[in-house]
Every structure is written in structure tokens, then in C-alpha cells.
């Protein structure tokens, strides 16, 4: 249900701001032939059709104002439209045929870059600029980028004054979205008090459907408008934020016992020493739940879960170096022990000659010995 209502007050501000912005002020000037203005290109040297104008390979042609613009005066000129060239804008003064009477403005001077689309608001000020004695204009002209050029399928599609300034038009745009701006920072409350994702996600609802509305406008290039949208936008990134953090905080919270697996598993293959066996078993443990992880994060685009599993694999290959350690380790203390044993058996086989040489000495001088009594005992005898 709040959802739901969130989605009508978005949709009831869209409409608002489709009816409310500029209404009051912008006058649109019909793109018909009784409206092109005198002093230029007739209406028959131009192509009206479906509610635009186009222009190619003349000058300059006008179009009459709904009202004349008084020498001093200043008024925003909102155009529409495409050009396959460079062009220029300016009032007209009602006095003296194609006698300007305001500055003039220049396309590729104010970001246009031919051929292309454009959207424009243009402030040009009433004032005397050709020197002919006017008083007021009572039509705004499009004329091509120099006094010997001509426009190239220039196109309008659509033409609107606004008789005040530059100043006032903006401030009058940000005033009307700041409807928008209260929904936004309302989202965003909303998001921080949000106890379910739900509730998360009804805010960014909210959140983004102002953004869009302000970013409509922002092309028009007011910076006021533009800050509105900045901030606009970075609520509904907070809010985003906001929805990946609880979401990867849960998802997190799932594979906590498979990092935890791993952790000990290295542990316990640092401790096992040259216990080959165990630091293989610790490395399978480690390795599955590794893999486990990895398929969480292949399923998730969270990064915090993207960056869990890459620390598990660097663990699982820390593991697998403490296997190599532990392999030579034990092949180390194999190659001692056989090496003890071979000098023991060696000292063993040495004691063995020992007692051996030991024993026929005895032998022999036992029988040395006898011999030299029988000798003796013989010559007694005699």
C-alpha cells in the first residue's frame, strides 16, 4: 500500500510539472505561415508542415512576437529544433525592416555543434543596435552564421518567449522543482527509517521518479537547476546504497561460515607442520568452501561479496603454499632420519668389526698363550 501511494505522488507531481513549469510565463508562437514575420524571408521561400518551420539556402526569415519588447527590455527566447549549419539569433526592430534591435546569440558560440539537435533558452535585450532611431522590436530572427552565408535545413520545431530575464526564468524553474527536491530528501528519510527492503525499495521509487522530473529541465543548462539535480541524483545513490548494503550485509551473513572455514583451515595448516596429510585435508576444506563462495558471488553482484572471495582465494593460495613448506619439510626430516639411520647401522656394523677383531685377538693370544705353556710344560719334563 505505501508503495502504491509513493507511486501516485510521483505520478501527480510528473503531471504537475508537465502543466505547472513555464506555463505561466512561456508563450508559444505559432510555426505558421501568418506569423512569419516581414523584412525577411517570405513564408512561401520557407517549408511549414507539422508544426515546424524549415529554412534552407536563405538567410534570414522571422517569426512576429505576441508581444513588441520595449528598447530596454529584456526577454528569453526558448527554441527547438535541428540545423545541418551554424546560425544566429536576434530580435528584429518594429521600426526599419531587419533592423536588429538586441544582442545577438550564436549557436556554435553557446555549446551547438552542426549538424545536430538543439534545445535553447536565449536571453536577448531590447536595445538600439543598428542605431535606426527604434523603439521596439516585434520579431525575433534566424539568420545564418555570417552576412554572406546561408542557413543549411535549419528546422524549428518549436518557439516560446518568456518576457522577463535570464535570472527570473531560473529562479522561477528552481522554485517549481522544489516539489521535486522535498520528494527526494522525503525518499531519503524515508530509506534511512526503513526497517525491510521494501520499504528501501518504495523510497527509491519515490527518489528516482524526482530525479527524472529535475533532469528534464536540467538540460536547459541553470545551474541552480543543475545543483537540484546533482543532489537529486545523489540521494537516490544513497538510497541504492542503502538497499546493496542491507542486501549484502544478508548474503554476507549466509557464506560468514564458509570464510570462517577457510580461516581455519589455514590455521590448522600452519600448525600441522610436515603433517602432509593434514595440511591436504585443510586445503580441500578450504578450497571447497572457497568455491562455494566464488558461485555466491558470480550470483551477486555485490562487491563486498565480490571482494570476500577474492581474499579467499588469496587464502586458499597461502594454503597451498604452506602445503609445498609442509612436503618439504617432511621430505626434509625423511632425508635426516634416513640419513641417522644410515650412521647408526654403519656405527652399529663398525662395533660389529670391533668386536669381531677383538674377540680373534683374544682368541689368538689365548692360543698363543697355550702354546707357550705347552712349550713350557714340555721342557720341565725334561
Same mark, same amino acid.
Given at each position: 500500500?505505501?508503495?502504491?501511494?509513493?507511486?501516485?505522488?510521483?505520478?501527480?507531481?510528473?503531471?504537475?510539472?508537465?502543466?505547472?513549469?513555464?506555463?505561466?510565463?512561456?508563450?508559444?508562437?505559432?510555426?505558421?505561415? *501568418?506569423?512569419?514575420? &516581414?523584412? /525577411?524571408?517570405?513564408?512561401?521561400?520557407?517549408?511549414?508542415?507539422?508544426?515546424?518551420?524549415?529554412?534552407?539556402?536563405?538567410?534570414?526569415?522571422?517569426?512576429?512576437?505576441?508581444?513588441?519588447?520595449?528598447?530596454?527590455?529584456?526577454?528569453?527566447?526558448?527554441?527547438?529544433?535541428?540545423? =545541418?549549419?551554424?546560425?544566429?539569433?536576434?530580435?528584429?526592430?518594429? =521600426?526599419?525592416?531587419?533592423?536588429?534591435?538586441?544582442?545577438?546569440?550564436?549557436?556554435?558560440?553557446?555549446?551547438?555543434?552542426?549538424?545536430?539537435?538543439? *534545445?535553447?533558452?536565449?536571453?536577448?535585450?531590447?536595445?538600439?543596435?543598428?542605431?535606426?532611431?527604434?523603439?521596439?522590436?516585434?520579431?525575433?530572427?534566424?539568420?545564418?552564421?555570417?552576412?554572406?552565408?546561408?542557413?543549411? +535545413?535549419?528546422?524549428?520545431?518549436?518557439?516560446?518567449?518568456?518576457?522577463?530575464?535570464?535570472?527570473?526564468?531560473?529562479?522561477?524553474?528552481?522554485? *517549481?522543482?522544489?516539489?521535486?527536491?522535498?520528494?527526494?530528501?522525503?525518499?531519503?528519510?524515508?530509506? +534511512?527509517?526503513?526497517?525491510?527492503? /521494501?520499504?528501501?525499495?518504495?523510497?527509491?521509487?519515490?527518489?528516482?521518479?524526482?530525479?527524472? &522530473?529535475?533532469?528534464?529541465?536540467?538540460?536547459?543548462?541553470?545551474?541552480?537547476?543543475?545543483?537540484?539535480?546533482?543532489?537529486?541524483?545523489? +540521494?537516490?545513490?544513497?538510497?541504492?546504497?542503502?538497499?546493496?548494503?542491507?542486501?549484502?550485509?544478508?548474503?554476507?551473513?549466509?557464506?560468514?561460515?564458509?570464510?570462517?572455514?577457510?580461516?581455519?583451515?589455514?590455521?590448522?595448516?600452519?600448525?600441522?607442520?610436515?603433517?602432509?596429510?593434514?595440511?591436504? &585435508?585443510?586445503?580441500?576444506?578450504?578450497? /571447497?568452501?572457497?568455491?562455494?563462495? *566464488?558461485?555466491?558471488? +558470480? =550470483?551477486?553482484?555485490?562487491?563486498?561479496?565480490?571482494?570476500?572471495?577474492?581474499?579467499?582465494?588469496?587464502?586458499?593460495?597461502?594454503?597451498?603454499?604452506?602445503?609445498?613448506?609442509?612436503?618439504?619439510?617432511?621430505?626434509?626430516? =625423511?632425508?635426516?632420519?634416513?640419513?641417522?639411520? &644410515?650412521?647408526?647401522?654403519?656405527?652399529?656394523?663398525?662395533?660389529?668389526?670391533?668386536?669381531?677383531?677383538?674377540?680373534?685377538?683374544?682368541?689368538?693370544?689365548?692360543?698363543?698363550?697355550?702354546?707357550?705353556?705347552?712349550?713350557?710344560?714340555?721342557?720341565?719334563?725334561?
Amino acid at each position: 500500500m505505501k508503495r502504491i501511494i509513493a507511486l501516485i505522488l510521483a505520478l501527480t507531481l510528473a503531471l504537475s510539472m508537465t502543466t505547472l513549469v513555464f506555463a505561466a510565463d512561456e508563450i508559444e508562437i505559432p510555426l505558421a505561415a *501568418e506569423n512569419v514575420g &516581414a523584412g /525577411a524571408a517570405k513564408a512561401e521561400e520557407l517549408t511549414i508542415a507539422d508544426g515546424s518551420i524549415t529554412a534552407n539556402a536563405i538567410g534570414i526569415f522571422a517569426l512576429n512576437l505576441p508581444e513588441r519588447v520595449p528598447l530596454g527590455d529584456t526577454v528569453v527566447i526558448h527554441i527547438k529544433g535541428s540545423s =545541418e549549419g551554424d546560425f544566429r539569433t536576434w530580435l528584429l526592430a518594429a =521600426e526599419g525592416t531587419q533592423s536588429t534591435f538586441s544582442n545577438q546569440w550564436k549557436a556554435s558560440d553557446n555549446g551547438f555543434t552542426a549538424p545536430g539537435e538543439f *534545445e535553447k533558452y536565449i536571453e536577448l535585450t531590447a536595445e538600439d543596435f543598428d542605431s535606426v532611431g527604434a523603439t521596439e522590436a516585434d520579431a525575433v530572427s534566424f539568420k545564418a552564421p555570417s552576412y554572406d552565408a546561408q542557413l543549411e +535545413n535549419f528546422t524549428l520545431t518549436y518557439l516560446g518567449v518568456i518576457y522577463a530575464s535570464m535570472s527570473e526564468v531560473e529562479g522561477n524553474a528552481a522554485e *517549481e522543482l522544489q516539489p521535486f527536491m522535498d520528494q527526494s530528501n522525503a525518499a531519503l528519510e524515508a530509506a +534511512n527509517a526503513a526497517t525491510d527492503d /521494501a520499504g528501501r525499495q518504495a523510497a527509491l521509487t519515490d527518489a528516482q521518479a524526482a530525479a527524472d &522530473a529535475i533532469a528534464e529541465k536540467a538540460t536547459l543548462g541553470f545551474p541552480s537547476v543543475n545543483d537540484l539535480l546533482k543532489a537529486a541524483n545523489d +540521494n537516490v545513490k544513497t538510497i541504492n546504497n542503502l538497499i546493496t548494503s542491507a542486501a549484502s550485509a544478508a548474503v554476507m551473513e549466509s557464506i560468514q561460515s564458509y570464510i570462517d572455514t577457510v580461516n581455519t583451515a589455514l590455521e590448522t595448516a600452519k600448525g600441522a607442520g610436515s603433517d602432509v596429510a593434514a595440511v591436504e &585435508a585443510a586445503l580441500a576444506d578450504a578450497q /571447497a568452501a572457497c568455491d562455494y563462495v *566464488e558461485g555466491v558471488a +558470480n =550470483e551477486n553482484d555485490y562487491d563486498s561479496i565480490t571482494a570476500a572471495s577474492r581474499e579467499l582465494k588469496l587464502t586458499v593460495r597461502e594454503i597451498e603454499s604452506v602445503l609445498e613448506d609442509s612436503k618439504k619439510q617432511k621430505a626434509d626430516e =625423511e632425508a635426516a632420519a634416513a640419513k641417522k639411520a &644410515a650412521e647408526e647401522e654403519a656405527a652399529a656394523k663398525r662395533r660389529t668389526t670391533t668386536i669381531i677383531i677383538v674377540v680373534v685377538v683374544v682368541v689368538v693370544v689365548v692360543v698363543v698363550v697355550a702354546v707357550i705353556l705347552g712349550v713350557l710344560k714340555k721342557k720341565k719334563k725334561k
